[in-house]
């Protein structure tokens, strides 16, 4: 079974809708994060969380919100979807533990499309 | 704020042959950690190297290595003996030392399309 898992894999929705990506994590890690993808700029960070009280902002957050659950749930909200938010989304986790390294694992990934 | 460019939007390459990807970053900070993911058509972020910018030995993973050179602030990728199953688009990435109570996010560059041509 996938370690970090993102659900829906793919959705088509309409402008003005609500749409929420949901992520969950078996790894145990305590930090995770939402990065969207657009060809020609990489992926950038929407929202990051250190553990279940904390959130933070991260390059582009306008037009996003999130919500940490749970320390394996970590969901991506987009109060009124709009087409420039059409992207591919991930989500990612890692633990704090030096040693390791901090890598980040990432989920399969979010297709979103906004009409 | 620290910045990362690759400047090659797509590369190809034979198969068995070299190919070299080009990674340059911009940072005030002298602990960083630098990375290449692979993302093929499945859309999975695959790590397929790292580098701690405290080394001064190059990374080696199997057919993939780097080329650090810190004071350039270039960080290139070499795949040998290059492969279809190779084929991918390519990101070079930077993330600050992390310290317990700081953040492990990721900076990426645009990336790059490597096709492997038989």
């Known amino acids: 079974d996938a370690d970090v898992t993102q659900t829906p894999r793919n959705r088509i929705t309409k402008t003005g809708k609500r749409i929420m990506l949901e992520c969950s994590q078996t790894k145990g890690h305590d930090r995770m994060y939402w990065y969207r993808q657009d060809p020609g700029l990489g992926l950038r960070l929407i929202y990051y969380?250190?553990?279940?009280?904390?959130?933070n902002k991260g390059e582009i957050s306008d037009g996003y919100s999130v919500s940490r659950q749970a320390q394996a749930k970590f969901s991506l909200s987009l109060e009124s979807a709009i087409p420039n938010q059409t992207a591919l989304y991930f989500c990612a986790t890692s633990d704090f533990f030096p040693q390791t390294h901090n890598e980040q694992f990432f989920g399969p990934g979010t297709r979103l499309t906004v009409l | 704020a620290q910045t990362v460019t690759q400047s090659q939007p797509e590369m190809s390459v034979q198969e068995a042959e070299t190919v070299t990807l080009s990674c340059t970053y911009d940072?005030?900070?002298?602990?960083?950690?630098l990375f290449w993911y692979k993302q093929p058509p499945s859309r999975q972020m695959i790590l397929v190297i790292r580098q701690e910018a405290y080394k001064q030995q190059n990374a080696t993973e199997n057919r993939f290595s780097v080329n650090f050179q810190k004071a350039a602030k270039s960080f290139s990728l070499k795949i040998s003996d290059s492969q279809l199953g190779d084929a991918a688009m390519y990101f070079c990435?930077?993330?600050?030392?992390?310290?317990?109570?700081?953040?492990?996010?990721?900076?990426f560059g645009q990336g790059t399309e490597l096709s492997v041509k038989p």
């Open positions: 969380s250190f553990d279940v009280k904390d959130i």
């Open positions: 990435a930077y993330r600050r030392w992390v310290i317990y109570n700081q953040g492990g996010k990721l900076i």
């Open positions: 940072t005030s900070e002298s602990d960083y950690y």
